[in-house]
């Protein structure tokens, strides 16, 4: 996550730019078109696949950061809401 100070460089674990078409995130999207259990089920995948490679992509922190992000959506917790 980027400090908050930094207005002006997108955060590559909250909202990366590539992960937004159209105005739309493709969390959002994923949601719309399969639901939310389905997307819960996505969230926790993915959130196993940063953890499992972690500690070997030189981006640890941030692949913790990208699983945590994961997890708190899978609980219905937003955390692009943060920011």
């Not at 908050?4 to 955060?11: A, I, L, V, Y």
């Not at 993915?46 to 030189?58: D, E, G, P, Q, S």
Request: aromatic content about 10%; overall charge positive.
């Amino acid at each position: 996550m980027k400090s908050p100070e930094d207005t002006t460089t997108p955060d590559p674990v909250i909202s990366p730019p590539h992960y937004n078409s159209g105005g739309i995130e493709a969390l959002d999207a994923m949601v719309s078109a399969f639901g939310k259990e389905k997307v819960k089920h996505y969230c926790l995948a993915n959130a196993f696949k940063y953890i499992w490679r972690c500690l070997h992509k030189n981006k640890e922190v941030e692949d913790i950061k990208k699983a945590i992000f994961y997890l708190r959506f899978a609980i219905g917790d937003d955390p692009r809401k943060d920011s």
